[in-house]
C-alpha cells in the first residue's frame, strides 16, 4: 500500500498479558518510529530505529517494552505483562533517512481490561 | 518537560472563519511542523518551516515562526466543516518529534 499500514487497529487484552503491535512502513522508508498517544501524556516517542543502525530506545518507558524491525522493514512492538497505564494509542511513523516529515498510520487502539 | 503548549486548547468557529492556533516551545530547533489528526486517524503532516523562514504559505494554511519568543502560529482561512480535526505542533529533539498537546478545532456549517 502506499501508506504506513498498522495492526490490528483495536486491541483489548486483560492486564498481565503481553501484546505484540506490527507497523508495515512506506516502501523505501528506512526511518521508523513508534509513538504513543494517550489522554493523560499526549504524543510521546518511543524508539526510532534507522536502517540497521542500534535503534534509539531512549523513550521506552519500561523494560515491559521491545521492539524489533526484522529485514529494515516490518516493525513489531512489543508490551509483556500489559497494565492498565498501557491503554493508549500506539502511532508508528516512517520516513526517508534523515528526512522530515514522518508519515503516520492509523495507529492500534489499545485497552488494558 | 520539553514538550510544546499549542494555544488554545480548543476552539470552535463557523465555517468561513478564521481559525488562530499558536504553538510554544522550549528549545533551540531546526524546523517546526504542524500536523493535524482526524478523530480515530494518524497524523497527516501539513507544513514545515525552517528555523530561517518567518512565514510560509500552503493552500489556506498560514505558519508563522518567531524564533527569538520560540514561538509558531497556524493561520486556516475560509475554514470549513472539514478542518474539524486536532492540530499539532511539532519539533526535532534528537531523533524524536516533541508534540505539544494539540488544539481540538471545530467548524460548524
Known amino acids: 500500500g502506499a501508506g504506513v499500514s498498522q495492526s490490528p487497529s483495536n486491541k483489548v487484552t486483560e492486564k498481565g498479558k503481553d501484546v505484540e503491535l506490527r507497523c508495515d512502513p512506506i516502501s523505501g522508508h528506512t526511518a521508523l518510529y513508534w509513538y504513543r498517544q494517550s489522554l493523560g501524556q499526549g504524543l510521546e516517542f518511543l524508539i526510532y530505529?534507522?536502517?540497521?543502525?542500534?535503534?534509539?530506545k531512549s523513550g521506552l518507558p519500561s523494560d515491559r517494552f521491545s521492539a524489533e524491525r526484522t529485514g529494515g522493514s516490518v516493525s513489531t512492538l512489543t508490551i509483556q505483562r500489559t497494565q492498565q497505564e498501557d491503554s493508549a494509542v500506539y502511532l508508528c511513523?516512517?520516513?526517508?533517512?534523515?528526512?522530515?516529515?514522518?508519515?503516520f498510520g492509523d495507529g492500534t487502539r489499545l485497552s488494558i481490561l | 518537560s520539553q514538550q510544546g503548549e499549542e494555544d488554545p486548547q480548543a476552539l470552535s468557529i463557523q465555517e468561513g472563519e478564521n481559525a488562530t492556533m499558536n504553538c510554544s516551545y522550549k528549545?533551540?530547533?531546526?524546523?517546526l511542523q504542524w500536523y493535524r489528526q482526524n478523530s480515530g486517524r494518524g497524523l497527516v503532516h501539513l507544513i514545515l518551516?525552517?528555523?530561517?523562514?518567518r512565514e510560509k504559505h500552503s493552500g489556506r494554511l498560514r505558519v508563522t515562526l518567531d524564533t527569538s519568543k520560540k514561538s509558531s502560529s497556524l493561520l486556516i482561512t475560509a475554514s470549513r466543516a472539514a478542518d474539524t480535526a486536532s492540530y499539532f505542533c511539532?519539533?526535532?529533539?534528537?531523533?524524536?518529534?516533541?508534540f505539544g498537546k494539540g488544539t481540538t478545532l471545530s467548524v460548524s456549517s
Open positions: 518551516i525552517r528555523s530561517n523562514e
Open positions: 530505529f534507522q536502517g540497521n543502525s542500534a535503534p534509539d
Open positions: 511513523a516512517s520516513s526517508l533517512a534523515g528526512r522530515q516529515p514522518q508519515h
Open positions: 528549545t533551540s530547533i531546526n524546523n
Open positions: 511539532a519539533y526535532q529533539a534528537g531523533t524524536a518529534l516533541i
